[in-house]
């Protein structure tokens, strides 16, 4: 299972997420480099842990700014396969980011229209070319609800893969950066179980490698994981070990 790097963009700098309060967000301090750049975070997790694939959270694009086109295609010049969240809303959105031959489009329940927007997505771009990602606060689906007919996570997941989607993605923001864990396993879980053909990559929480085993487990594909190998409690030899394990499988 894959290790998924993230870098959280905000102004043009990597920052730390802690707990989705993005007000609250600040650069991040890392061991691993004292550069803030995304260019020179990416190539220090490629470097130090050879992961050539990222997830890019625009923060800025999510809150509704322009998306950072220049910084996406620096670092796929630079080498990196990206997997880019950039606050999609509606199929117009999802296709300028394939233009750019982004290798995954992410459509977040947080910023995404609603399911007729997803099935657009789907259609247009390509399912197998975009990860929905069931965005959870505290185990609570964020974004408009209301167009979901649902609070429910499990309800939208399955009407999502209803939609078209092949590929998810459970993040959960409250987990983000505090050190207590994922909490998502059960609907993971519950998604290979019911859905044994989906890819399932999971993000908030990873402390070190133990977490990561666990979602394995549970059935995820992939981890997204940034706070523990900035802080050292995901080492080189624990990530390299890991990616042996559980064979990669992105896209």
């Not at 117009?92 to 980011?97: P, Q, S, Y």
């Amino acid at each position: 299972m894959p290790i998924l790097p993230v870098l959280d963009l905000m102004h043009g700098q990597v920052v730390r997420g802690v707990a989705g309060s993005r007000a609250d967000y600040r650069t991040v301090t890392s061991t691993l480099t004292k550069s803030a750049d995304p260019s020179a975070v990416a190539r220090v997790f490629r470097d130090r842990f050879g992961l050539t694939a990222l997830y890019v959270a625009d923060l800025d694009a999510i809150a509704g700014a322009e998306p950072a086109l220049a910084m996406y295609e620096l670092l796929q010049e630079d080498g990196f396969q990206l997997w880019i969240d950039a606050g999609v809303r509606t199929p117009v959105d999802a296709l300028r980011l394939q233009a750019l031959e982004v290798s995954t489009v992410v459509v977040g329940l947080e910023t995404v229209d609603g399911p007729q927007s997803v099935r657009a997505i789907c259609r247009e771009v390509g399912d197998g070319d975009l990860v929905f990602s069931l965005d959870l606060k505290n185990g609570r689906p964020l974004g408009n609800t209301s167009a979901w007919g649902s609070n429910d996570a499990w309800s939208i997941a399955h009407r999502a893969i209803g939609e078209g989607v092949t590929r998810i993605l459970v993040l959960d923001l409250a987990r983000v950066g505090v050190g207590e864990g994922v909490g998502t396993e059960a609907i993971c879980s519950r998604l290979r179980r019911e859905y044994p053909k989906m890819e399932i990559t999971v993000g908030g929480g990873v402390r070190g490698r133990k977490d990561v085993e666990t979602l394995h487990a549970a059935g995820a594909d992939q981890v997204l994981v940034a706070s523990a190998l900035h802080d050292g409690r995901l080492t080189q030899e624990e990530v390299q070990s890991l990616q042996i394990a559980f064979p990669q499988r992105l896209r």
